[in-house]
């Protein structure tokens, strides 16, 4: 090969190098060029992030403390400590409030009774939403007589009547005290099983308890039409209550902590709905303690005992 062809081959290896240097140098400018927009694209994404957080957090400050059944954590303990520490002074202030429905006593009933204390038997479900209104007169009632451990927050079914109710569940819970046993029945949750049919089981009730809800929980003591309803609540063989004692509208639309912190203002439609609830179920547990302990089962508190009727 001649030195002219030698010399054009070698300059046209030089121009390819020389090509393909080029090219990568316009690669990596590109590359540089991606990473640097990626940067800010990221950059944006997370300041977008934080700034609905921040403005969601600042409209709803409960929204880091509360998920779909409620609040958790510290806004849960509030939320516990108000409902389980009704002032005295606010409950006889209260009085009958706003019960449309009182407790029924009962003639001659089965009894009922766990430890030798007289037993309040309680079987509801989480998607209730009558349950959901009447579990909140009970955890103040049951309060003045004992120690509930474990409450945790639920709502009634999204789509039942009175839907959403904020509430509480006594699946898990337990409850101690020296003059009444509690023993509460959650029967399903409030989520639809498979198929929608049905909601998600949860407890079921003994068949001794299966035997005093097929009795009390029909007719005479209901009507035939709410034979079954819930929640149905039997204490000691001497009350009874089927459904509730108010109309859970009262708490419709309120969130836990909003329900809890108005117990303690006895002007309150809240506070007149569930107080005189649980000024109810309070007197009628006293009924079952020869009126014990006297500072709970104060003369106020006996005089509702003459206003339930005798069921059936």
């Not at 990626?38 to 509360?66: D, E, L």
């Not at 639920?154 to 509690?182: G, I, L």
């Amino acid at each position: 090969m001649g030195k002219a062809s030698r010399g054009k081959e070698s300059g046209s290896r030089r121009e390819r190098i020389a090509a393909q240097r080029a090219a990568e140098r316009r690669r990596q400018v590109r590359n540089r060029i991606f990473i640097a927009v990626g940067a800010v694209v990221v950059v944006v994404v997370v300041a977008v992030v934080f700034v609905v957080f921040a403005a969601n957090h600042k409209t709803n400050p409960s929204a880091s403390k509360a998920g779909a059944n409620g609040p958790t954590g510290t806004a849960l303990a509030q939320v516990v400590k108000d409902a389980t520490t009704v002032p005295a002074s606010t409950l006889a202030s209260v009085g009958a409030g706003s019960v449309s429905s009182p407790p029924l006593s009962v003639t001659n009933g089965t009894p009922l009774t766990s430890g030798g204390k007289p037993e309040m038997l309680y079987i509801g479900a989480e998607y209730c939403p009558f349950c959901a209104y009447e579990r909140w007169g009970m955890v103040v009632a049951l309060s003045r007589f004992g120690t509930f451990k474990n409450l945790s927050t639920t709502h009634s079914s999204s789509s039942d009547e009175f839907p959403n109710t904020s509430t509480w569940t006594f699946y898990k819970s337990t409850y101690t005290s020296k003059y009444v046993a509690f023993t509460p029945v959650e029967e399903t949750t409030n989520q639809l099983a498979s198929g929608g049919q049905s909601y998600v089981p949860l407890q079921q009730p003994t068949a001794a308890q299966q035997t005093l809800l097929a009795k009390y929980d029909a007719p005479p003591y209901v009507a035939s039409q709410s034979k079954g309803a819930i929640p149905f609540v039997y204490l000691g063989g001497k009350y009874l209550i089927n459904g509730a004692s108010a109309s859970p509208q009262v708490l419709s639309g309120k969130s836990w902590a909003s329900i809890a912190s108005s117990l303690k203002d006895p002007n309150n439609a809240v506070a007149k709905a569930v107080d005189g609830t649980a000024n109810y179920i309070t007197a009628a547990i006293c009924k079952t303690t020869s009126n014990q302990p006297s500072n709970v089962c104060t003369p106020g508190i006996t005089a509702l005992q003459s206003k339930m009727k005798a069921a059936g």
